[in-house]
């Protein structure tokens, strides 16, 4: 028999003879008098937080922010209450909150705070150069002379020389930087500048008596009756030129008629021819300044030693064009002419002269460029002259107001000057060589046919009702437009040509319409003799 009687806790008899059932404390009878349920006043029901008595007995609940977990009696925190106490970012879950953590933070053990991940720490951050950490991500960064290309990693060296005027002269790239270098005579200062380098303020430049400083180098002078050495420093006594022999020389003379500029290369003593291909040639006088011996061409062995000219002289070239022409030294038919002076030009104009030591020029006719549409192309001529000038400046005309430098400046302009006048009177074809009382045009036009007439191809006349070449020993003058004799002093061999040769040696006489060299004026006679075989000579040893 059952000792409690069916009571659930406790059973206690009655003085009458019954028993009664009792529950133990925060427990209640239920209405069939024996079993005990629980209620809110023992442990609060069990419940965390709100207890509520209900006929099944106690119902628990949670304050706000908190949800009550499936045993139904705990309550767990949520993500409304304080971000769920999480460092960033807060998930609710049915066992409570849950936290994680942004790209570049880790969760730390207590699962709520997040720390910031080092990337450098590891290989560097894939950077090539330099990485810098920074919260939640970090950076790469390049030394200098580098550029961090577009993946954001990898460093690629600047080329510094690529980059407009990075270095006055030269550019030398390295890994990372670059270097700046100078040509010689000059110094670098700065990082990318070049100076020029006085070498005349140190030890006068090692020279023996002047030093004149240029850019980039320096030219040692000497004094009066000395010239300079071979090593280019010292000086050497000048041979003094004997009477009558004086060193070859030029005069450069232009003068000016109204808006028409004239201008004329007068050789003093010899000229000297050299014939290219067809239409080109080259005419020299004069010896060229402090080359250290005399062109192989020049035979008189006097000539190197009486040369005036001490100080380095001014040097120019010019090029210049005219078109529809072709290069040919031209007599003109004026007759001889002897040299006047300053005197030049019709009218006897006074004209202005430039004394030079040596003149070269060169004359070379082409076709114009192939492409143009033209109804003549075989006349379409164009004629390139190169003149190269070197005239003198003499210390011994140095005064107390003007040095050598000052002479020097002075010659520069005013060749300058007659090159400017020069361009001018060749567009005119106004430009003659004059050698021994000879002028000659250094170019002729090509002569123009009558528009209702069949044009001759240059170097033939017409006859009748056809054309016919110049035979040698004359040329095609295209002003008289017809074939005229060579005069004197010259010749041709050919047939059709626009101009005679110079005879070697040529001083302008000679029989008219020469067919050939041998015909020319100036050979030597019997008994004399010359390095060439024409004048001038001398007699035969006895």
């Given amino acids: ?5 069916g009571c659930a806790h406790i059973c206690r008899e009655a003085q009458k003879g019954g028993i009664s059932c009792e529950c133990r404390p925060g427990f209640q009878l239920t209405r069939n008098m024996k079993d005990c349920k629980l209620t809110c006043n023992y442990g609060n029901g069990g419940c965390q937080h709100i207890c509520e008595e209900t006929d099944h007995g106690p119902k628990c609940s949670c304050h706000m922010k908190f949800l009550l977990h499936s045993d139904g009696k705990t309550c767990v925190e949520t993500c409304a209450a304080n971000n769920g106490g999480c460092d960033s970012t807060c998930h609710d879950s049915v066992t409570g909150v849950r936290c994680s953590c942004p790209v570049g933070f880790t969760l730390q053990p207590d699962r709520k705070t997040c720390k910031d991940i080092d990337e450098c720490r590891l290989n560097n951050g894939g950077c090539d150069h330099v990485c810098r950490n920074t919260v939640g991500s970090f950076e790469c960064s390049c030394k200098k002379g580098y550029k961090l290309l577009t993946n954001e990693r990898t460093c690629q060296d600047i080329d510094e020389c690529s980059f407009d005027r990075a270095c006055d002269h030269f ?4 890994a990372g930087s670059f270097q700046c270098l100078c040509r010689k005579g000059y110094v670098l200062y ?24 240029t850019l980039g180098s320096y030219e040692c002078t000497c004094p009066p009756g000395h010239k300079l050495h071979w090593n280019r420093k010292d ?7 004997p009477p009558g022999l004086v060193a070859p020389k030029a005069m450069l003379t232009c003068s000016k008629t109204g808006k028409t500029e004239s201008c004329s290369v007068t050789c003093a003593s010899k000229a000297y021819y050299l014939a290219g291909t ?11 300044n402090l080359t250290g011996k005399p062109p192989a061409r020049h035979n008189t062995s006097n000539s190197q030693g009486c040369i005036e000219t001490l100080a380095p002289p001014v040097k120019q070239t010019a090029s210049f064009k005219i078109k529809n022409a072709k290069c040919h030294l031209h007599p003109k038919l004026t007759g001889r002419t002897e ?19 040596f003149v070269n020029l060169t004359c070379d006719s082409s076709k114009k460029a192939k492409g143009r549409h033209t109804r003549n192309p075989s006349n379409k001529e164009v004629t390139r002259i190169t003149l190269e000038l070197e005239a003198e400046v003499k210390p011994g005309d140095t005064t107390e107001n003007c040095n050598l430098s000052c002479l020097r400046q002075r010659m520069e302009k005013q060749v300058k000057t007659h090159i400017k006048a020069l361009k001018k009177s060749i567009s005119h074809e106004r430009f003659l060589i004059r050698v021994a009382g000879l002028e000659y045009e250094v170019a002729q036009k090509l002569p123009q046919a009558a528009p209702t007439q069949a044009q001759c191809a240059p170097g033939s006349e017409r006859t009748g009702a056809g054309c016919v070449k110049c035979l040698p020993g004359s040329y095609y003058h295209g002003g008289q437009e017809r074939c005229v004799q060579c005069p004197p002093g010259t010749f041709q061999e050919k047939e059709g040509q626009l101009a005679c040769d110079l005879c070697p040696g040529s001083d302008g006489h000679g029989p008219m319409g020469a067919r050939n060299i041998s015909s020319c004026a100036g050979q030597c006679s019997t008994g004399f003799f010359s390095n060439d075989g024409f004048k001038p000579c001398q007699p035969c040893p006895q």
């Fill in 278 to 288: 067809n239409n080109s040639y080259s005419v020299s006088c004069g010896i060229p």
């Fill in 171 to 174: 550019c030398v790239n390295s």
């Fill in 190 to 213: 700065g990082l990318a500048h070049c100076g020029d380098i006085d070498e005349c303020s140190i030890n006068r430049g090692g020279c023996k008596y002047g030093c004149i400083n």
């Fill in 339 to 357: 040299d006047r002076g300053r005197m030049l030009g019709p009218g006897g104009q006074l004209s202005s002269n430039c004394q030079v030591t």
């Fill in 235 to 241: 000086c050497m006594e000048l041979v003094k030129c």
């Fill in 1 to 5: 028999m059952d000792k409690n009687h």
